[in-house]
């Protein structure tokens, strides 16, 4: 068996790269299951923060990809890991749901319900509303600082797009008058430094697998990955950015890592 590129780790993204909704991408399991029998270190990347990462491996395994927690990587580990060293155990106001909440409470932090805090957390939250962008008004009026998990606009699932952070985010900015100052998902070099931590090897030996130009291929660009775009999620084949974005390689899907 051979594979597309060469490299020794690999990082994947989930959501229209290795499945979507509850289907897998077909192949995906055969692909993943070959370049770990290679030898290749493979690990999960994801920018969606409504499941833990024991949620994640157990969804990947179900669909025939044994995975372990420690090989999800996902936005709510890497911001309480960040915040944590940035603000260890202050109050924070989240708009987020619960498997964010119980993250940021492993790490330390008081996940407080009204605006007497010091961090506003902005993730993909379905149950955004009025109260929610009112309080964080109130806490930015009183000196709460702004970061976010991740920059998507839209999550890819079976049925179609749904509105991602983009949007929570967006409405937060437009009512406070404040930017968010960190962004730790997707193509942050933040997401990228507990990934190839994960891996033990370098930017340079690993390949990074994704259906999004503006955060898995701009990353893996930005950051000196070799950089995989797949048709199977946000970025249609036709889609005039490819070119400009330049990926090493564009495949239909995931299978098509393998050559032979």
């Not at 690999?10 to 055969?30: Q, S």
């Not at 995975?67 to 924070?92: C, F, H, K, M, Q």
């Not at 660009?221 to 970025?235: E, H, Q």
Request: proline letters at 6%; charged letters at 25%; hydrophobic letters at 45%.
């Amino acid at each position: 068996m051979s594979f597309a590129l060469p490299h020794r780790g690999w990082l994947f993204d989930l959501d229209g790269t290795v499945y979507r909704g509850e289907a897998l991408i077909p192949g995906a399991d055969e692909a993943i299951a070959a370049l770990r029998a290679a030898g290749r270190r493979v690990a999960f990347l994801s920018n969606k923060p409504l499941q833990t990462r024991v949620d994640y491996a157990r969804k990947l395994t179900r669909l025939g990809i044994p995975t372990g927690e420690d090989d999800v990587i996902n936005s709510s580990l890497v911001l309480a890991r960040y915040l944590a060293r940035l603000d260890a155990r202050a109050p924070v106001f989240v708009i987020g749901e619960p498997p964010l909440i119980a993250e940021l409470r492993a790490h330390g932090f008081e996940v407080r319900g009204d605006h007497r805090v010091r961090w506003v957390v902005i993730a993909f939250d379905r149950t955004f509303d009025y109260a929610k962008l009112n309080t964080a008004l109130q806490a930015v009026r009183q000196g709460a600082r702004l970061i976010a998990t991740n920059p998507d606009r839209t999550c890819p699932t079976e049925d179609g797009e749904i509105p991602d952070c983009a949007g929570m985010t967006a409405a937060v900015e437009a009512v406070t008058g404040h930017t968010v100052e960190i962004i730790v998902g997707k193509p942050s070099p933040i997401i990228l430094e507990v990934a190839l931590e994960r891996l033990g090897l370098e930017a340079r030996e690993c390949a990074i697998v994704g259906d999004r130009l503006e955060t898995d291929i701009v990353m893996g660009k930005r950051l000196g990955l070799a950089t995989v775009l797949v048709l199977t999620g946000i970025t249609p084949a036709g889609d005039a950015r490819i070119a400009d974005s330049a990926p090493d390689l564009v495949v239909p899907s995931i299978r098509e890592l393998l050559t032979s």
